[in-house]
Nanobody, 124 residues
Framework: VQLQASGGGLVQAGGSLRLSCAAS????????VAWFRQGPGKERNFVAG???????TYSDSVKGRFTISKDSATNTGYLQMNNLRPEDTAVYYC???????????????????WGQGTQVTVSS
């Protein structure tokens, strides 16, 4: 499956953005989808993941503010980001895997399909 991430931009603290991860080539229904981010000078870290079964997991830093979802009709994964903070500033990447298990959603090495990054900048 090929992935195309979009939806990033510049937003003030407290604002919202919705990132999209458009899939092509295969149905996203058969894949777990996850979002990772890499801040300036930092390593890439897990943000949120959704298993094929619909089970989700979030990093502690975004729990309660971000929501991951996917829509089979549009073959797209989403990351709704609310109450954004300056520390959320990063390049966001979507990833997909047909085989990752629920307990391993946060592992980058579990994903063989990655989209290009989309920049999210949150001003204070």
């Amino acid at each position: 499956v090929q992935l195309q991430a979009s939806g990033g931009g510049l937003v003030q603290a407290g604002g919202s953005l919705r990132l999209s991860c458009a899939a092509s080539g295969r149905s996203i229904r058969s894949y777990a989808v996850a979002w990772f981010r890499q801040g300036p000078g930092k390593e890439r870290n897990f943000v949120a993941g959704m298993h094929r079964s619909g089970g989700t997991t979030y990093s502690d830093s975004v729990k309660g503010r971000f929501t991951i979802s996917k829509d089979s009709a549009t073959n797209t994964g989403y990351l709704q980001m609310n109450n954004l903070r300056p520390e959320d500033t990063a390049v966001y990447y979507c990833a997909a895997s047909p085989s990752v298990i629920l307990s391993n959603l946060a592992s980058q090495t579990a994903y063989g399909n990655w989209g290009q990054g989309t920049q999210v900048t949150v001003s204070s």
